[in-house]
């Protein structure tokens, strides 16, 4: 689970695996006026009846007044390694999880199975590795989530003019309005990233094959700040189809800084 930009810090715990969003929440009609002036170059929306046509996203996302106050992106760039630890929920059933993630875009994930066996998909350069039974995420899938992977936020990526990052609009998700941005890097898939237009979270992502067709959707929330940065305690990952493949909850995020 990548760090991401957020939602408001602690806060209530996050909603039992499976549990629907209620949509509650209002929706700004437009981008306000005196926020476009000055923008000459305006783009459209997406290709979905929620996307809708806006200005050029990336000096919003960049100067969101949220982060840039609470520095959440910059202390990042000064995190060398993160650990999470917690449990991912599979129909009944549940595992404890272990997320160990380290720049520039190293992950392992690590579910114990039972008492003798474990699931694990670690990509280290270019090189991914995926071992033991899968618990809820094909190994097609994981294999496509750790090619994706992405240890910075894509506020940190704009900040450095990263040419993957490409802003594809706006669109509305329940209760929130989101910028979105498209991460094309080498390999074989790409994420759609949605990032909380308010807080500047990345709240959900989409993973895309070559030929443009929905791999997953991960939905991220219970954000929270942990040593002067932005994480989400709670992923929720989906077929195309809407169907619920796995949820995981984390307990403890441990933080280790460069040159410690």
């Known amino acids: 689970m990548p760090a991401s930009p957020a939602?408001?810090?602690?806060?209530?715990?996050?909603?039992?695996?499976?549990?629907?969003?209620?949509?509650?929440?209002?929706y700004a009609s437009e981008v306000p006026p005196d926020e476009v002036n000055g923008i000459e170059e305006p783009i459209t929306?997406?290709?979905?009846?929620?996307?809708i046509p806006v200005a050029n996203e990336v000096s919003f996302v960049v100067g969101n007044d949220f982060r840039t106050r609470g520095g959440y992106d910059e202390n990042l760039?000064?995190?060398?390694?993160l650990?999470?630890?917690?449990?991912?929920?599979?129909?009944?059933?549940?595992y404890p999880l272990e997320i160990h993630?380290?720049?520039?875009?190293?992950?392992?994930t690590i579910v114990t199975t039972d008492a003798s066996s474990e699931h694990q998909a670690r990509k280290s350069g270019k090189f991914i590795v995926i071992r033991g039974r899968a618990q809820g995420i094909a190994p097609e899938v994981e294999r496509a989530l750790l090619e994706t992977f992405d240890f910075d936020t894509p506020v940190v990526a704009l900040e450095k003019k990263?040419?993957?990052v490409t802003p594809v609009g706006m669109e509305k998700l329940p209760g929130i309005l989101a910028w979105k941005f498209q991460v094309k890097r080498r390999g074989q898939h790409y994420r759609i990233l949605y990032v909380?237009?308010?807080?500047?979270?990345?709240v959900k992502f989409t993973i895309k094959n070559a030929a443009g067709d929905s791999v997953v959707d991960v939905t991220l929330h219970d954000y929270r700040a942990v040593e002067g940065?932005?994480?989400?305690?709670?992923?929720?990952?989906?077929s195309p189809d809407g169907a619920l493949l796995a949820s995981d909850r984390l307990e403890r995020i441990e933080v280790k800084r460069t040159g410690s």
């Open 45 to 51: 929306g997406g290709d979905t009846e929620e996307s």
């Open 162 to 164: 990263d040419p993957a």
């Open 101 to 108: 993630t380290a720049r520039p875009d190293r992950i392992a």
């Open 196 to 202: 909380d237009s308010h807080f500047g979270d990345v």
């Open 7 to 26: 939602a408001a810090p602690a806060g209530p715990a996050a909603a039992p695996p499976g549990a629907q969003s209620s949509g509650v929440g209002q």
């Open 83 to 94: 650990d999470y630890y917690g449990t991912r929920y599979v129909d009944c059933e549940h």
């Open 229 to 238: 940065i932005r994480v989400p305690f709670a992923a929720d990952y989906r």
């Open 77 to 81: 760039k000064h995190v060398a390694k």
